[in-house]
């Protein structure tokens, strides 16, 4: 008998309106014996039917919700579910390079899929996806015949699931870089070792409107990774200055600028908090900054200690901004929420000595569609800031 899972009185409000997660503090009991990753059906207290998904017991998420009604986990579902995505994004012009299934998004939980190029970047991110993956792959294959499927499990969040971090080829073959188009530039794509799946696909459509404020201007990127912005803002500006702590990420930003004709970047490696000071006691400005940080909070006991970390580049970046210039910011952080990242950059202005005024606000690619009853999904924030 499959596993049968019911849930306290009153913890199924979230749930049924649509949110995938079932926390094992909010199970009152549980019937039935299967393997651990099995199929396991979620009922209210009161025995309503609310849905299956994967459970692992050795997770704080007991189960990941994927299935609604009476169907299975076969494999005409995943092609079904995979087409399904991969039609979504169609639909909104992406080919080269986007992010094919955003998991919860898509109702594939803890499934992470990019497209770059001829090429796939896979990530697992539970027991029960894991445990599928080579269906996974299967239709993976048949929907995009792919030259290669790459494996980037090499993350933390997996040993919450138990399981090891892992990575590499699970089909095909996988060159060291991969050539992709974005915004009509040549990028160069390390799926195997780059950050994340390779490369950062929820900023591509920010990346380009920053075009617009980098238009003839001085530009500072800070953590530049591997030059998405860099590179995008040297397609117009007169000069970038690309900022990161890696020296391999500058030496990408300095290939895809070769890739581009592009002469106008100089790198600059060293730790963004500090390189802000030493700019900043040159008396050197910009007519654009960029701060585009990783997450300074990933738990939400971080929120506090990154609200001032964020509060602290801020002000930096503020103050390197020329009359009239612009300041990007950015959060990748869901628990730093709009209305808390608002009320950092208020603070920050006002510590700055500068009029801030907040000319547009942006957030994820619509390849990483964020569902309205699940917060995670909605993470990214992008908000031009004009400094007088």
């Avoid at 094919?100 to 998004?105: D, G, K, L, R």
């Avoid at 980037?152 to 990575?167: H, I, M």
Wanted: hydrophobic share 35%; charged share 25%.
């Amino acid at each position: 008998m499959s596993y049968e899972v019911y849930l306290k009185k009153n913890e199924e409000k979230r749930i049924v309106a649509g949110h995938s997660w079932v926390y094992a503090n909010e199970v009152a009991r549980i019937e039935g014996k299967d393997k651990n990753g099995s199929l396991a059906s979620v009922y209210s207290s009161d025995g309503k039917f609310i849905g299956k998904g994967y459970i692992n017991h050795a997770s704080k998420i007991l189960v990941r919700i994927f299935i609604r009604g009476n169907g299975t986990d076969d494999r005409e579902f995943y092609m079904q579910k995979l087409t399904a995505a991969w039609e979504y994004r169609k639909k909104l012009g992406y080919e080269n390079c986007c992010r094919v299934v955003f998991a919860e998004a898509d109702g594939l939980p803890a499934l992470i899929v990019d497209k770059y190029g001829d090429y796939l970047s896979v990530q697992c991110l539970s027991l029960g996806i894991d445990q599928r993956k080579k269906l996974i792959t299967d239709c993976l294959v048949e929907i995009f015949h792919p030259k290669g499927i790459y494996e980037r499990s090499d993350v933390t969040l997996r040993k919450k699931e138990g399981l090891a971090e892992v990575k590499g080829v699970l089909y095909g073959e996988v060159p060291e870089l991969v050539g992709i188009e974005e915004n009509g530039l040549k990028m160069f794509v390390d799926i195997i070792n780059g950050q994340k799946t390779g490369y950062f696909l929820d900023q591509k459509e920010n990346r380009f409107a920053a075009r617009r404020y980098a238009a003839g201007g001085e530009v500072l990127d800070c953590f530049c990774n591997s030059g998405g912005f860099t590179v995008n803002c040297a397609a117009t500006a007169r000069h970038v200055t690309a900022c990161d702590i890696s020296q391999p990420a500058l030496d990408s930003v300095m290939r895809n600028a070769r890739a581009n004709g592009l002469s106008n970047i100089d790198t600059l490696c060293g730790d963004a908090f500090a390189l802000l000071r030493d700019f900043r006691r040159a008396g050197k400005k910009f007519d654009l900054v960029i701060l585009d940080p990783p997450a300074f909070c990933k738990t939400a006991d971080e929120v506090k200690d990154a609200c001032r970390g964020y509060k602290d580049i801020n002000i930096q970046g503020m103050k390197l901004v020329k009359s009239g210039g612009f300041l990007i910011t950015c959060s990748c952080s869901h628990y730093m929420s709009p209305t808390l990242f608002e009320r950092m950059l208020a603070e920050a202005a006002k510590e700055s000595g500068r009029t801030v005024r907040c000319v547009e606000v942006r957030t994820q690619a619509p390849d990483h569609p964020a569902l309205l009853c699940a917060d995670e999904t909605h993470y990214l924030k992008f908000y031009v800031l004009n400094v007088e």
